[in-house]
């Protein structure tokens, strides 16, 4: 059965400072990859998706991702944290998702 | 993409009582799909629900505990059935579109005292 992992339960960094946030998936032909992101107390928005082409995905509010698939990942990077980044993100592989990371963003 | 809106946002239920949820899409769309977030917790699959078709359920989701119904293309519902505290959570309901993926509803929160 198709799993997505997300390593980091939780990650603290500083304003300012980069973010890579880690998702590993199962096998797929053709994997359909989402990361999602939740604020407390909110729904769900799409940040970014990846379904075919180029492997250097990019999504709003300054993040990005890369597809490889020869690690089977899908980390999502933004070049610089501010502080309403601070949410629940959640790597997707079609219809299952990760357990999510929580991000704490410091002064 | 397609707007989703699910009815109630929210509720506070007495044990042993079912609720059902509705969840209407501004366009027609062939598959939906059922979540549950339970607190502090990841989205776990429940069950797809095709117009036409019974639903598919997912491991450790049952018909009579979740029933749902897709009478047309626009429209679904979730039942929780016989409900208990550990029923507490998100509900979310969501369709696929090709160009965007899978788009969610603002969820219901279910609360059961």
């Not at chain 1, 219809?95 to 963003?105: D, E, I, Q």
């Not at chain 2, 009582?17 to 989205?43: A, E, K």
């Not at chain 2, 505290?85 to 969610?104: A, K, N, Q, V």
Request: net charge neutral; with cysteine.
């Amino acid at each position: 059965a198709q799993s997505v992992t997300q390593p980091d339960i939780h990650i603290t960094v500083s304003e300012g400072a980069s973010l890579e946030l880690r998702c590993n998936y199962s096998y797929g032909a053709t994997p359909y990859l989402f990361w999602y992101v939740q604020s407390p107390g909110q729904g769900l928005q799409l940040l970014l998706k990846y379904f075919s082409g180029d492997t250097l995905v990019q999504g709003i509010k300054g993040f990005e991702a890369e597809f490889k698939r020869s690690q089977s990942s899908f980390n999502l990077r933004k070049p610089s944290v501010h502080w309403s980044d601070a949410a629940e993100y959640f790597c997707a592989q079609d219809m299952r998702f990760g357990a999510g990371t929580r991000l704490t963003v410091k002064p | 993409s397609a707007v989703i809106s699910q009815k109630p946002s929210r509720d506070i239920c007495q044990r042993g009582t079912s609720l059902t949820i509705q969840c209407q899409v501004d366009s027609q769309v062939t598959m939906m799909f059922w979540y549950r977030q339970q607190p502090g917790q990841s989205l776990t699959l429940i069950a797809t629900a095709n117009q036409g078709s019974e639903a598919t359920y997912e491991s450790g989701f049952v018909i009579d505990k979740f029933p749902i119904s897709r009478p047309n293309l626009t429209f679904s519902t979730l039942t929780v059935s016989n409900m208990s505290p550990e029923d507490s959570s998100i509900y979310l309901c969501t369709h696929w579109e090709p160009l965007y993926g899978y788009t969610f509803g603002s969820g219901t929160r279910l609360t059961v005292v």
